[in-house]
């Protein structure tokens, strides 16, 4: 398992934008399927987006679609997280983390969150007027 480092959390107003980055050191993050989640207190996490390794295949749950992009820069080995047009709901804390498995498995719901390792810390999204 890859340890992640997830930041860009912060307190924005409903319909701000928010960037959120995931990094590591001493791995290449680009040999890694990335996958966002995010968790409010009392419920489980949830699947936001994921990235695929190599050819870099997106994938996005319903709730991010439109809204949120994901994509990976290479050269500085972090993964983002663009939010845009943020609503009440979507406060949460935000983690990044390597599936178990690749995105579209994912995406097609295939995979036990109980098979995930190495959660981050997480970085705190704030949604407040």
């Known amino acids: 398992q890859v340890p992640l480092v997830e930041s860009g959390g912060d307190l924005v107003q409903p319909g701000g934008s928010l960037r959120l980055s995931c990094t590591t050191s001493?791995?290449?993050?680009?040999?890694?399927?990335i996958a966002w989640f995010r968790q409010v207190p009392g419920k489980e996490r949830d699947w936001v987006s994921c990235i695929s390794s190599g050819d870099g295949s997106i994938y996005y749950a319903d709730s991010a679609k439109g809204r949120f992009t994901i994509s990976k820069d290479n050269a500085k080995n972090t993964v983002y997280l663009q939010m845009e047009s943020l609503k009440p709901e979507d406060p949460a804390v935000y983690y990044c983390?390597?599936?178990?498995?690749?995105?579209?498995?994912?995406?097609?719901?295939?995979?036990?969150?109980?098979?995930?390792?190495?959660w981050g810390q997480g970085t705190q999204v704030t949604v407040s007027s």
């Open positions: 983390v390597t599936p178990p498995g690749p995105c579209f498995a994912l995406n097609e719901g295939s995979m036990d969150l109980a098979d995930f390792r190495s």
């Open positions: 001493g791995f290449t993050l680009d040999d890694y399927a």
